[in-house]
């Protein structure tokens, strides 16, 4: 009997938060520089946050070292929200963009806490 190991790559919230994260990248590289090294550095920052968490989290022995980084993320999730309406109200992204980002950001906070109560039923130490 083989063991199968869970692999970052099949995390619904890496897989998720990974794409946002590079179509948050399209649609900034595009913005003037005052636009880009305001609003947009900081929405790539935080957005870049949320899956570098997690593979972080992913990549830590014990179990409390993961979730840490696991609520990193969360909270990177909430900063993304802020940063989404930000560029909305400054008319930086359409509102086709920000319903499709909105509806990402919404799923998030949901498969994250299921990554940290998985890792805390599945996980010894």
């Not at 099949?10 to 090294?37: C, G, P, R, V």
């Not at 989290?57 to 840490?68: T, V």
Request: proline share 1%; charged share 25%; hydrophobic share 40%.
């Amino acid at each position: 009997m083989e063991l199968k190991y869970l692999q970052l790559n099949q995390i619904i919230a890496y897989k998720k938060s990974f794409h946002l994260s590079n179509l948050i990248w399209e649609i900034t590289s595009n913005w003037d520089s005052f636009a880009k090294n305001t609003i947009g550095r900081q929405f790539v920052n935080a957005v870049d946050s949320i899956s570098a968490n997690i593979a972080e989290g992913f990549g830590r022995y014990h179990k409390k070292d993961k979730i840490k980084f696991y609520y990193y993320s969360f909270g990177s999730v909430k900063e993304c929200f802020d940063w989404n309406e930000k560029a909305k109200v400054r008319k930086l992204i359409s509102e086709e963009d920000y319903a499709n980002i909105f509806s990402i950001l919404e799923v998030l906070p949901k498969e994250i806490h299921h990554l940290i109560k998985f890792t805390n039923e599945k996980l010894k130490i």
